[in-house]
């Protein structure tokens, strides 16, 4: 059964979308079947694998109103081995539509129920905000991936976060795990990425991936084209850290010790 991994973050611009997209490109290149599942209106997961909105018919809006099999929402995506189920601008509604139905924050976890024996990993992306979708996406994840961005004031949300998922974890998935906090945006020649990385370290100790993805304007000119880096140039420093935190997060799975609580 496919292992379904959440990366969410309180604050926008923090690298989410630049994760699921590389992160999926990474574990589809060990030839394992993924599905990034894009869960935020933005669109820009679908994009980043190559989607355009215009021709889209079917997406995660559809399956979760109901008009729609969820399995009818996987499009082929930029890569062999990745599928994507796109989201887009009308999934704003979905908010509101599903408001007043019953289970509501349970929805994506029963849909992808019936299609998760299919992959071996599906990556959710989410938006920068607590909305019902997030909710979703965190009652349907095995594990958490949160970005941590070094820059200032980003630990504090961070914090929030984290006492946020203990909520999510006794009302709504008493299974969920934090895979880890990861460091994005990491620049060697900037003082305040060093404090960021220090400060996480000490403060929440191995919950904090060894694998820090650096600042890469190879990675952010990458999602402009809407393909992951590692179709572009998969020898870049950028594909090499996704690659990493790949291998980090299959690791940290086996290894128990490393099975991290929230
Ligand atoms: N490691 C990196 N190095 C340089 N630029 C990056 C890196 N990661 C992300 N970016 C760029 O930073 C911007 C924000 O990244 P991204 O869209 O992944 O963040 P996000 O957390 O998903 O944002 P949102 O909250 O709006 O969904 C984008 O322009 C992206 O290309
Ligand atoms: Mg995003």
Redesign the pocket.
Known sequence: MGHIICIA?L???????????NLSAAFASGQNRTLLIDC?P?G?ASMGVGISKKKLTRTLYDALVGTTPIEDTVHDACAEFLEVIPARGEFFRAELELISKPGKERMLRNLLSNIRNRYDYLIL?T??SLSLISINAMTAADTLVI?LQCEYLAYESLIQLLRFIRLVKKNLNPNLKLAGVLL???DMGEKVSHQIADNARRHLKNAVFKTI?????Q??????LGKPLMLIDPDSV?ARSYLELAREIVERGKNKSLKLET
Do not use: F, H, N, W
């Not at 993805?213 to 304007?217: E, L």
């Not at 990675?219 to 402009?224: T, Y």
């Open positions: 973050s604050k926008g611009g923090v690298g989410k979308t630049t994760t699921a997209v935020d933005q820009s992306d938006p920068p970005p994005t945006m990491y993805i650096p600042r890469s304007v990675l952010r000119e990458a999602s402009g950028g």
